[in-house]
C-alpha cells in the first residue's frame, strides 16, 4: 500500500442501526468497524441530516465518531 495515498471515506446516515451485520449486536458492531477504520488510517466523514424524530431510536453517530476519529456535519 503507498503510504502517501490517503482513503477518504463520506457517510450519509440518521446514525439509527436496526439490524446487526454479524450477529454480534449492533452496538459491538460499530465500535469494531470504527476502530477497524481508525486503525487503517482511513478519513472518515460523517454526514447527519436532521430528520424528524418519527422513531425514538438512538443515534450512533457520536459512537462512531469517537471510535473512528471521525468529523460529523450535521446538514
Same mark, same amino acid.
Given at each position: 500500500m503507498n503510504k502517501a495515498l490517503k482513503v477518504k471515506v463520506f457517510l450519509i446516515t440518521d446514525g439509527r442501526a436496526n439490524v446487526p451485520l454479524f450477529g454480534k449486536? #449492533? %452496538? +459491538?458492531e460499530l465500535v469494531e468497524l470504527s476502530k477497524r !477504520? +481508525? /486503525?487503517q488510517g #482511513?478519513? !472518515?466523514s460523517i454526514f447527519e441530516p %436532521? /430528520? &424528524?424524530n418519527i422513531i425514538p431510536t438512538p443515534s450512533?453517530? &457520536?459512537l462512531i465518531a469517537e471510535?473512528?476519529?471521525a468529523k460529523v456535519y450535521r446538514v
Amino acid at each position: 500500500m503507498n503510504k502517501a495515498l490517503k482513503v477518504k471515506v463520506f457517510l450519509i446516515t440518521d446514525g439509527r442501526a436496526n439490524v446487526p451485520l454479524f450477529g454480534k449486536g #449492533i %452496538k +459491538n458492531e460499530l465500535v469494531e468497524l470504527s476502530k477497524r !477504520l +481508525n /486503525s487503517q488510517g #482511513i478519513d !472518515l466523514s460523517i454526514f447527519e441530516p %436532521k /430528520s &424528524p424524530n418519527i422513531i425514538p431510536t438512538p443515534s450512533y453517530t &457520536p459512537l462512531i465518531a469517537e471510535f473512528a476519529n471521525a468529523k460529523v456535519y450535521r446538514v
